[in-house]
């Protein structure tokens, strides 16, 4: 019963986060005089929602545009267009100052856990920077914070005073979730924070961010293109191609009954444990085209072998094929 009141309650409650027709151009600037010859359409009008307490996956190749969905979420880079709601309240158009109080609710994991952290700060005074940038805590109050943040992700509070170059590479990286805990947030945006960790450490690390998640009740954004990772800490997952989602469902979709054949695509490439299991790769042919002059209709055309006329000629949208399972694909 008290489970079920909780659920209601989380019913009742707006989304943590809600994404509506995000879209990043970076301008191509040419010239003496700089003038703008064209854009970059790194996000071309993505949408998802993430809940109290869930964790999406963004996954997609290289150049897709997961990273840049992130640091637009966060207004690391100023988003072209799209809303951007947290906990319900548009902040795309804040100001600094206005933003504020927001970045408090929302923080980041860095891919590279060494460039993320400044080599002349300690450990300890790289994850009480926060505490004193938003006056909640300083002097000894703030050193006891950080040393429970220490015990919380795994470090010894001996280590408080050593620099990054003293840390192995996992241990960096729970340095800078470290970091992102120190405020509290509702939502954590990890860009690809495993990618360059060994596999040993990458199963820790993801084991950690999992027990975060319990414990605080903490909503990810986890952007990858490890699908056996992304599988194992998300409950939805969203797949990316050259700027659009193509793919919204729930993981169990997403594995057992993929919609578009771009996810086919991705599934087939990851490997299986089971040496017995033979799964046949499909092998997309062509190179994935340039963000500055995207193919026309459907992006995916020129790689998918199903394509037909209408795919090169008319965009697809993203609908619901399925109870939670939306997929942008004419065919479906």
Request: aromatic share 6%.
């Amino acid at each position: 019963m008290a489970e079920a009141g909780q659920a209601a309650v989380r019913a009742t409650r707006p989304p943590v986060l809600e994404i509506e027709g995000l879209k990043k151009h970076f301008p191509i600037k040419k010239g003496f005089l700089r003038r703008t010859h064209g854009h970059v359409l790194a996000v071309d009008g993505v949408s998802f929602t993430i809940g109290e307490g869930e964790a999406l996956g963004l996954v997609g190749e290289s150049g897709c545009g997961k990273s840049t969905v992130g640091r637009a979420i966060l207004r690391l880079i100023e988003p072209t267009d799209g809303v951007i709601r947290i906990g319900g309240e548009d902040i795309r158009e804040l100001s600094k100052r206005e933003l504020k109080p927001f970045r408090r609710q929302m923080q980041i994991i860095f891919q590279d856990p060494y460039s993320s952290l400044n080599p002349r700060m300690s450990a300890g005074d790289i994850v009480g920077e926060p505490l004193s940038t938003h006056g909640i805590a300083s002097g000894r109050k703030r050193e006891e914070i950080v040393a429970k943040l220490f015990d919380r992700v795994g470090l010894s509070r001996a280590q408080m005073a050593n620099f990054p170059h003293q840390f192995s590479g996992g241990q960096r990286q729970r340095i800078g979730i470290a970091r992102a805990l120190a405020l509290n947030p509702k939502l954590i945006i990890c860009d690809e924070p495993v990618s360059a960790l060994d596999v040993s450490i990458q199963a820790q690390v993801i084991n950690l961010l999992m027990d975060l998640q319990r414990d605080l009740g903490l909503s990810y954004l986890f952007i990858s293109h490890n699908l056996s990772v992304v599988e194992h800490i998300s409950q939805r997952i969203a797949v990316m191609y050259l700027g659009r989602i193509v793919e919204y469902a729930d993981k169990t979709t997403i594995f057992t009954n993929p919609g578009h054949p771009y996810t086919e695509a991705l599934l087939s490439a990851v490997p299986v444990p089971d040496p017995k299991i033979k799964r046949s790769k499909i092998v997309l042919q062509g190179d994935v085209p340039s963000p500055v002059k995207p193919p026309s209709g459907c992006h995916f055309h020129t790689r998918c072998p199903y394509a037909v006329d209408r795919c090169r000629s008319e965009t697809p949208l993203l609908r619901e094929i399925a109870p939670r399972q939306f997929v942008a694909c004419h065919l479906r």
